[in-house]
């Protein structure tokens, strides 16, 4: 039986691998070119060494964003795109321990919803709105010094430099920055308290309940009780466990 199932289960993951890398290399037979707006994923695919930019531009759907506004919009855009080595410059976690709404607000402060090209760039009144919101201190200020060509930015965190014009025409402009942009109000001296563990998400629950329901106050001490009695029976659990393995090595 499982001589015979063997052979006809590799041959059906084969069959299914080639019928897989088939359709894999097929896809890239593109559609026609369409007209519209410029992509701005395409023109940092092709500049290379955005591929961490790239990647958050996609999981945090800004890049869909970015496609529309274009669409939608005579005031054009202007995006300062770091490089992957501006990413792994970072301190180590520092990406990934963001939340969904930090990552996109991350990715928003690179972006300006203005056309700016180089020389447009003196006369800009500090700071700089960004597609990131509240430009405050302590939010998302951008603030440029510009003299001639030369292009500076600072978010009150890291000073950088415009160091490449990546595309321009005078709807989009795309210009490679030396460092990540790293905004106040997530890299600031005093960021918002981290995400809450998982263990207090009951006592939000009940938060809740006690909001919707006008007895919850009655229900809270069983409530509690009822929860924590899981835990405890958890923690002797454990604690048997620890005094047998105990006994098994002394
Ligand atoms: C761009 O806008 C036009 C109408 O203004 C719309 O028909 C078209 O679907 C939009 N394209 C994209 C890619 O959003
Ligand atoms: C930009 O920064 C560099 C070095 O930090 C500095 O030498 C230069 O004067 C600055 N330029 C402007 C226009 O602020
Ligand atoms: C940006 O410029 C404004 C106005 O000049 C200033 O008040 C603010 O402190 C600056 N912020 C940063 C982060 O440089
Ligand atoms: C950025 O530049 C400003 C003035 O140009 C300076 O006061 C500040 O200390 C610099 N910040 C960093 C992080 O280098
Ligand atoms: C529920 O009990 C917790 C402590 O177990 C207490 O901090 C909280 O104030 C109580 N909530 C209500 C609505 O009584």
Redesign the pocket.
Known sequence: MEQFIFPSLSLFLLLSLSHFTTTLAQTPALPPA?T??PNVVKILQKAGQFTIFLRLLGTTQVANQI??QL??SNNGMTIFAPPDNAFSSLRSGALNSLTDEQKSALVQFHIVPTFLSITQFQTVSNPLRTQAGDAGSGQFPLNVTSSGSQVNISTGIVNTTVDNTIYTDNQLAVYQVDKVLLPLSIFGPHPPAPAPAPATTPKKKKEAAAATSPTAADTNTSGAVSLSLPMQAMVLVMSIGVAVYSSFVL
């Open positions: 369409p519209g707006p496609n529309g669409n939608d």
